[in-house]
């Protein structure tokens, strides 16, 4: 009898044995077991002192981060430059011309099922390859979803919207602008609340939200949450994260908010920086004379005014905004390297991938325009980062890249190959050379069927309405001459057209496009004048 279990034991185990071996056979290959730390700042344009689009910026971290082994990607470019289409093409991998998710976001869970089809959001691709994923802060643009019905097929963990329990004082200043994690606002809510006064601001603020988010200044101990600036609370729970022992590799997100308006940050960064010695980008007086209506619609921005003519009007308005975005700067710096520092100390150090990414740049009146919402470089350009442990190559890749790869970069970093649902192309090849020539356009997408197709040496814009930019960014890196409508670049536009989409979804929960905002301000300017400023 006994003899009987055994071989009967015997025979199961050999039976289990071959079938595990076919099943291994048929299964693709392991993933490597690496971590990986994915740190996304908001609204980070290249003013990085590595990157030196602002000569004076303090940003210490980041510059060793990125001269200390990785590759940077000085010419990386968002699919689309706003925050919660820009994430959700990063995390899902797909172009926005795709998914039809575009600057209005409200609708796109709705066909979520027909976008996703294929695959997996990146954190759920790796959840379901046996990885712990955590996330902390803004990564989405809600925090760490925007499809509420899937966040747990995404995260095994993540942190509490520390900004939900703000204090009566740190709320009063802001006057309800959309999420708390924005908060704190400057004392007196800003430069704008001061020009208009409190009725106006409420009033105006029915209708815009944004009015008034565009300002800055520095926030004194009293201003600031009982545990800290959020982005301060956001580097705790990462520093927190990186010192348990883990079974599994994990996946942790880590999404600064700052430096997104308003540009508030304690005080102490705004001291590095000597206010009225700071460089302020030029803006040639007849920069919007080359710029088609169009362009001029998306320049005019979200204040009662137009962005450029309110600050304008606001005595030193524009070296107040230029200071505290330096100041945020200095500030994210500074949590950033608190999370690389404890990475760095921790058993994790050797065995983890970097990535860190922003969402899309920012303008400080450039082209008579703030914020980000445009196709220009100051817009679209981001700051993009990897570095694995199994490439010792560092240094800097100028080639033009998307921020839709870093998921197949991802992916094929981890030794995986299945990457065909994913619209955006592996990195790896610049990661283990960064002198390696791709000659891959980036292309990004401002609202509905408005392009920019960023190459090596040019950026051209094509807008809805056939308008169209084009800039020669060997002579020309500030792209004040539209070369679009000379007839010896002819040549030059026609390649570039090359890689506009042959076709587009239709913005999400839309049947048909009927226009929209620019299409109605042109009219409005065609009826009466367009403001002087834009001419
Ligand atoms: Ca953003
Ligand atoms: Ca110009």
């Given at each position: 009898m006994l003899f009987n279990i055994t071989r009967m034991l015997n025979f199961k185990n050999t039976l289990l044995i071959v079938l595990s071996t076919l099943f291994l056979n048929c299964s693709p290959k392991k993933m490597e077991n690496l971590n990986v730390l994915f740190i996304s700042?908001?609204?980070?344009?290249?003013?990085?002192?590595?990157?030196?689009?602002?000569?004076?910026?303090?940003?210490?971290?980041?510059?060793?981060?990125?001269?200390?082994?990785?590759?940077?990607?000085?010419?990386?470019?968002?699919?689309?430059?706003?925050?919660?289409?820009?994430?959700?093409?990063?995390?899902?991998?797909?172009?926005?011309?795709?998914?039809?998710?575009?600057?209005?976001?409200?609708?796109?869970?709705?066909?979520?099922?027909?976008?996703?089809?294929?695959?997996?959001?990146?954190?759920?691709?790796?959840?379901?390859?046996?990885?712990?994923?955590?996330?902390?802060?803004?990564?989405?643009?809600?925090?760490?979803?925007?499809?509420?019905?899937?966040?747990?097929?995404?995260?095994?963990?993540?942190?509490?919207?520390?900004?939900?329990?703000?204090?009566?004082?740190?709320?009063?200043?802001?006057?309800?602008?959309?999420?708390?994690?924005?908060?704190?606002?400057?004392?007196?809510?800003?430069?704008?609340?001061?020009?208009?006064?409190?009725?106006?601001?409420?009033?105006?603020?029915?209708?815009?939200?944004?009015?008034?988010?565009?300002?800055?200044?520095?926030?004194?101990?009293?201003?600031?949450?009982?545990?800290?600036?959020?982005?301060?609370?956001?580097?705790?729970?990462?520093?927190?994260?990186?010192?348990?022992?883990?079974?599994?590799?994990?996946?942790?997100?880590?999404?600064?908010?700052?430096?997104?308006?308003?540009?508030?940050?304690?005080?102490?960064?705004?001291?590095?920086?000597?206010?009225?010695?700071?460089?302020?980008?030029?803006?040639?007086?007849?920069?919007?004379?080359?710029?088609p209506l169009f362009g001029k619609a998306i320049a005019y921005g979200w204040t009662p005014k137009g962005d450029w003519e309110d600050v304008r009007e606001v005595e030193g308005f524009r070296r107040d905004l230029v200071h505290s975005y330096l100041a945020c700067l200095s500030f994210v710096d500074g949590q950033i390297g608190k999370v690389i520092n404890a990475l760095n100390n921790s058993e994790y150090k050797d065995n983890t991938i970097i990535v860190l990414w922003s969402d899309h740049g920012q303008h400080l009146g450039e082209k008579r325009h703030y914020r980000k919402q445009a196709l220009w470089e100051e817009a679209t350009k981001s700051v993009l980062y990897f570095k694995t442990p199994n490439s010792d190559t560092s240094g800097e890749s100028k080639e033009p890249v998307s921020l839709l790869d870093i998921y197949p970069t991802l992916v094929d970093l981890l030794g995986e190959s299945n990457i065909e649902a994913l619209d955006g192309k592996s990195l790896k090849p610049q990661i283990d050379n960064p002198d390696q020539i791709v000659n891959n356009p980036a292309l990004s997408v401002w609202e509905y069927k408005n392009y920019a197709v960023r190459s090596k040496n040019w950026r051209y814009i094509h807008y809805r309405d056939g308008s169209e930019e084009l800039y020669d960014h060997t002579k020309d890196p500030e792209e004040y001459n539209n070369l679009a409508n000379l007839p010896e670049y002819k040549k030059v536009v026609e390649e570039h057209k090359k890689w506009l989409p042959k076709t587009e979804a239709l913005p999400v929960g839309s049947k048909e496009w009927t226009g929209g905002k620019y299409d109605r301000l042109i009219e409005e300017w065609e009826r009466d004048s367009i403001p002087v400023w834009l001419n």
């Open positions: 700042v908001d609204d980070l344009n290249d003013w990085v002192g590595v990157l030196n689009g602002h000569h004076q910026a303090i940003t210490p971290n980041l510059d060793k981060l990125f001269t200390t082994g990785g590759v940077y990607f000085s010419n990386a470019h968002s699919a689309q430059p706003v925050c919660a289409a820009s994430r959700a093409a990063i995390l899902s991998g797909k172009h926005p011309i795709n998914s039809g998710w575009y600057s209005n976001t409200s609708k796109m869970a709705t066909n979520y099922d027909e976008v996703m089809k294929d695959h997996d959001m990146l954190p759920e691709y790796l959840k379901n390859n046996g990885y712990d994923t955590f996330a902390v802060g803004k990564v989405f643009h809600s925090g760490e979803s925007d499809f509420k019905e899937h966040t747990n097929d995404y995260w095994s963990e993540f942190a509490p919207h520390f900004w939900n329990n703000m204090e009566e004082s740190v709320k009063k200043t802001g006057r309800g602008y959309r999420g708390y994690m924005f908060y704190p606002f400057p004392k007196d809510g800003g430069q704008l609340v001061r020009a208009y006064g409190e009725d106006t601001i409420n009033n105006y603020y029915r209708e815009r939200n944004r009015f008034y988010s565009l300002c800055g200044g520095p926030l004194s101990d009293s201003e600031i949450p009982e545990g800290g600036m959020y982005d301060e609370q956001i580097a705790n729970w990462a520093i927190d994260k990186l010192k348990s022992k883990r079974a599994n590799p994990f996946f942790m997100a880590v999404g600064f908010i700052r430096p997104h308006v308003p540009y508030t940050a304690p005080q102490k960064y705004f001291d590095l920086y000597d206010r009225d010695s700071l460089w302020i980008p030029t803006v040639p007086e007849d920069e919007m004379k080359d710029i």
